[in-house]
């Protein structure tokens, strides 16, 4: 009798939990990555580059809507491989006058420009140049007007005229500018990133001419305090340079023995990481393959090549002997492979003929790089009940790989994990009844052979009773949870709304 006594116990028990599961059977969908296709998701994928002069006819008059691939045979458009365009333009073209800023005026040369780059889908990123050397005064006159004081262009004695980065007029006005700059671009919807230590030659941060050049610590500190403080959405990026901030004179040479603190402070203060030099080994060299090491997965790396293979540079005479005269395609590999030695995120198209010579020289690196470069996640499997009680909880098992040798850089301070596993029922129309956000999901985590699987308690709490599909999706739990990151599925999977339907659930009163 006791024993009949336990054993109906033990199955009341069984009963009980199955019912509190709400299960009678289980689904698994497996599904397979995507190999192909282009995916426009932030900080990731192809930065096509704008000129500074240029207006919204560009895309005609530069043939960038007509880009001759290798071999000739076939032609397509430049902004269907990119996912931002990036402009490094001059502090007084965003403000000719004190006051008066360029994007209050949609009718402007450069705001018609970025509008046009935006009705194409691709996110905005900036430069904001203010020294003059070896390009025209950057910086608005205004500023010398109000007593700044600065230097001429040893090439050009009496032009281009640039502040003292240490000169607290300069620094007074650039605080005002930017913050004005921030309070329109900080929309991570629109911009993709800011270059904010975009002081010395070029806006590459070295070669920087200071009045004290002990004064180098303080300004770093400034700049860098500003953009944490104006920028609170949108990422920031500094140039892992060795001569950050140093006042050596053609901006290379010896580590300085402060190199890899600057950049550890400013990594601390919120930003991510860019290089301009790739592809040239005389200056991209150990100290730099390491630091990306070092970084590489904690901040994503944005890369820029170094070579201009149209144009001055003699990029055969790099010291690793790997370039041909007359073969840029040669610098395009180059440029490749330190992208995947350094795990970048992000690869550039420059403008004209490097551009040009990507896509007629190099169109493979340009695919490849799509399908292997930064982050491409997607749900391996997803498991889901069949059927269940309305009101009780079930549980949803997902698996998710990424293919990408980057990483999704939900950890940074501007986007502080706001990217999640969502798991959604979708009724008849394809509209979510109800959605759970798997808070334990961290996408940073998820590298390549290296995925997550997650196994979600899922409430049917205020769900009616009826037929519903399952559905998974990258949320922005910002956004109401809305579907945000395009997964790396493939071409047979249906998406509705932004959810990839994984399963269907009866649930029973």
Not at 108 to 116: E, H, K, P, V
Not at 198 to 221: Q, R
Not at 355 to 383: I, M, N, Q
Not at 397 to 418: A, F, H, L, R
Request: glycine share 8%; aromatic share 12%; with cysteine.
């Amino acid at each position: 009798m006791t024993h009949r006594t336990d054993l109906t116990r033990i199955i009341s028990a069984i009963i009980i939990l199955l019912s509190a599961a709400g299960a009678n059977g289980t689904r698994t969908v497996n599904f397979e990555p995507d190999t192909l296709r282009v995916l426009r998701n932030p900080l990731q994928g192809w930065v096509m580059y704008l000129g500074r002069n240029w207006d919204e006819n560009f895309w005609e008059e530069k043939g960038y809507d007509h880009m001759k691939t290798t071999g000739g045979t076939t032609t397509v458009r430049v902004s269907d491989y990119a996912s931002c365009a990036y402009i490094r333009t001059s502090w007084v073209s965003f403000e000719p006058e004190e006051g008066k800023y360029a994007w209050n005026d949609p009718d402007s040369r450069l705001m018609r420009l970025l509008r046009s780059v935006r009705e194409r889908g691709l996110r905005i990123a900036f430069r904001i140049v203010i020294d003059g050397r070896d390009q025209g005064q950057n910086t608005p006159q205004y500023v010398f007007d109000a007593g700044a004081e600065g230097y001429y262009d040893p090439k050009n004695p009496g032009k281009n005229r640039s502040p003292y980065p240490d000169d607290p007029v300069f620094q007074e006005k650039y605080s005002k500018f930017f913050r004005e700059f921030a309070r329109h671009f900080d929309n991570p919807d629109e911009v993709e990133f800011i270059d904010a230590y975009s002081l010395g030659k070029w806006g590459e941060s070295h070669s920087m001419i200071y009045k004290d050049n002990s004064n180098k610590k303080k300004v770093f500190d400034w700049i860098t305090g500003l953009a944490t403080d104006c920028f609170r959405r949108v990422p920031m990026l500094i140039h892992y340079h060795r001569m950050l901030g140093d006042p050596a004179d053609e901006g290379w040479g010896s580590v300085p023995a402060d190199a890899a603190e600057l950049i550890s402070a400013a990594v601390a203060k919120g930003f991510s990481l860019r290089h301009d030099a790739f592809g040239m080994h005389g200056y991209y060299q150990d100290w730099e393959k390491e630091m990306a090491r070092k970084w590489n997965f904690k901040r994503p790396i944005i890369m820029e090549g170094g070579w201009i293979t149209g144009a001055h540079h003699r990029y055969w005479r790099d010291p690793s002997g790997l370039y041909r005269e007359g073969h840029a395609e040669d610098v395009r590999k180059g440029e490749y492979d330190a992208s995947e030695e350094a795990r970048v995120n992000m690869m550039d198209f420059r403008i004209n003929d490097e551009t040009r010579s990507w896509f007629e020289d190099a169109f493979p690196l340009v695919k490849s790089f799509v399908v292997h470069g930064g982050y491409r996640l997607y749900p391996a499997s997803v498991e889901t009940p069949e059927s269940a009680r309305a009101g009780k909880k079930v549980e949803v098992s997902t698996s998710w790989e990424n293919t990408g040798w980057g990483y999704c850089p939900v950890n940074i301070p501007q986007w502080n994990q706001k990217y999640k596993v969502g798991i959604s029922l979708l009724d008849e129309t394809g509209n979510p009844v109800k959605t759970v956000v798997e808070h334990r999901s961290d996408l940073s985590t998820w590298l390549r052979e290296k995925g997550a699987t997650h196994k979600t308690s899922f409430s049917l709490k205020g769900v009616k009773p009826g037929k519903y599909r399952w559905a998974v999706a990258l949320v922005d739990t910002t956004d109401g949870n809305r579907p945000s990151l395009e997964m790396a599925v493939d071409k047979n999977a249906v998406l509705e709304n932004g959810w990839l339907p994984c399963g269907e659930i009866s649930i029973d009163k």
